[in-house]
């Protein structure tokens, strides 16, 4: 049975497992994850794949899968979503910011996006996600190292200095060739998007199709010199 750790035993144990598990699949990955910490463990999903999910799903049947619904996802990201918590044997979790998006744009003014769009990914990813974690000592992310430079260091298992959390990407060593096949051999649920010019998929108005080439993460933000929308560095 899974028990509660405080942050200094989970600190070590999470560097430990780091290196321990380097070298694992992706389901060896969440296996230790599940029974480490139960339903103090959860995936979080942006619905691009549900590649994570699937893999969860068949070491912890019912896991929790938490998703952020920014007021701004492109119709085919909340399809997706919906899709996964009727097929998967998963428990889909909405989370939604404070504010709706015209709250904001009444506070802020309109098109935050586009003016400051750390301070938007801030109000409306990263806070919600915070407060959206709170009940769980450990969180799994689809994060890959080949995804973009910023992301080549991610380790298997590790500490989420930030939230104080055990952060697990059971597929940072995994390719967009392994994701893919992957995905052919279980039939798993994907966004409609990625056949349609989208090599990432975030919210709407700051995402675009990817040139021939480019990296996964080059349509998101594009011309802003942002890579990231903050959960995850």
């Known amino acids: 049975m899974a028990t509660t750790h405080a942050d200094g035993d989970l600190t070590t ?3 430990r497992a780091g290196r321990e598990l380097e070298n694992a699949t992706p389901q ?3 296996r230790w994850a599940a029974d480490t910490f139960g339903r103090k463990f959860c995936v979080t999903s942006s619905m691009e794949d549900a ?3 699937h893999l969860a ?3 912890r049947p019912g896991v929790d899968v938490v998703f952020l619904d920014t007021g701004y996802h492109f119709e085919e990201t909340i399809g997706t979503r919906d899709a996964v918590g009727a097929v998967m044997d998963v428990n889909v979790i909405t989370l939604t910011p404070r504010q709706s998006v015209a709250e904001q744009d009444a506070e802020y003014g309109p098109r935050l996006h586009d003016r400051d769009p750390d301070l938007c990914c801030a109000l409306r990813k990263v806070k919600p996600l915070e407060e959206g974690l709170t009940g769980y000592q450990a969180w799994a992310t689809g994060l890959r190292r080949d995804e973009s430079p910023t992301r080549a260091n991610t380790p298997v298992v590790g500490w989420d200095e930030k939230r104080r959390k055990v952060k697990v990407s059971p597929i940072a060593r995994w390719t967009q060739d392994d994701v893919e096949a992957y995905v052919a051999e279980h ?3 994907t966004n409609p998007l990625l056949m349609d010019g989208y090599a990432s998929v975030g919210c709407a108005p700051c995402t675009r199709r990817v040139a021939e080439g480019e990296d996964a993460r080059s349509g998101r933000w594009a011309g802003l010199g942002k890579t990231e929308c ?3 560095g």
């Open 13 to 15: 144990l999470a560097e």
């Open 28 to 30: 060896e990955i969440l």
């Open 51 to 53: 590649v994570v999910a």
């Open 57 to 59: 799903s068949r070491v």
């Open 187 to 189: 039939g798993v649920l």
């Open 230 to 232: 903050g959960l995850h």
